[in-house]
């Protein structure tokens, strides 16, 4: 297994992170995860934080450091709550409790400290707010000549958002840290809402899916139930490290709006030239995926994870 990806999921689960979660757990071939580092998001911390560890254990992965990162974003704390995820931020399905204590050490710190032992082959994936990325960014100068790349559901486009009409839920939680992760010369592949609408959870599949009595397809399908959401975004990140031909992409500057109200967390992406007026890209946008063989994907990595297990 020597071509393993060494990485570092920055999440908020979430039944979509959880899935994520899944899916990566599926492949050891190509994932090495080092650590998962957890902000407040879908829910406040203390669950996100017992949301990953559940996950985690039923994976099978329940030696996988879990460290509690941030428990508000780095501007206005959030107001709203969001009930996408059921009160317990996966479905309320009743999974096992969480049965350790998050690891040592705060999750931007994590970041740092993993990043440091990879040397520079470190990938970050973040399915959640960007607070602790944006946090050891501040903390650490040199973090981005250490990781190898940074990819991240957030964003919308060329779209509307699903928070407020110009934003979508993971920037506008904390636009300065989406902001500050977008100003640091890191290489960012943004799966936004430009691409992860079309990662839609057909009803073949849940048709598939709910009741199976094969471990990881029932849960899935247990916790599709309590999630109020047709798509499944946070997963489209690990659909794209695994397989890039499955989707087209457009390099673009992106700029996050930090002013409070509706436009918190807009992210303004030029392409033109004229729009560019100067500017390099600093990321590149996913705009497109093939839904078919997106979902395919799912269901056989969820078959691999029963294997495993
Ligand atoms: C994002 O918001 C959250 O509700 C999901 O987990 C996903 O990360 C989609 O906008
Ligand atoms: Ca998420």
Redesign the pocket.
Known sequence: MADRRPILLDC?P?V??ALAILWLAAHPELFDLRAVTVAAG?VGLELTVANAQRVLDLAGLGDIPVHAGAFRPIGAPRGKI?M??GKDGLGDIGLPPATRPPAAGHGAQAIIDTAHSAGGRLHLVA??PLTNIALALLLDPELPSLIDGLTL?GGAAFVPG?TTPAA???FHVDPQAARIVFENGIDITMAG?DV?RQAVISPQVMAQLSGHDAPMRGLCGKLLKGYR?PCL??SVVVAWLMAPQLFESVPAHVAITCVPGEIAGQSVAATTERHLAGRSPNATILTRLDQRKFEAMFLSSMQALERRL
Do not use: I, K
Request: charged share 30%; hydrophobic share 20%; aromatic share 4%.
């Open positions: 908020d979430g979509d992170d879908n969001s996408v995820h399915t959640g559901m699903n979508e839920f993971n809402l992860t959401d975004h946070d």
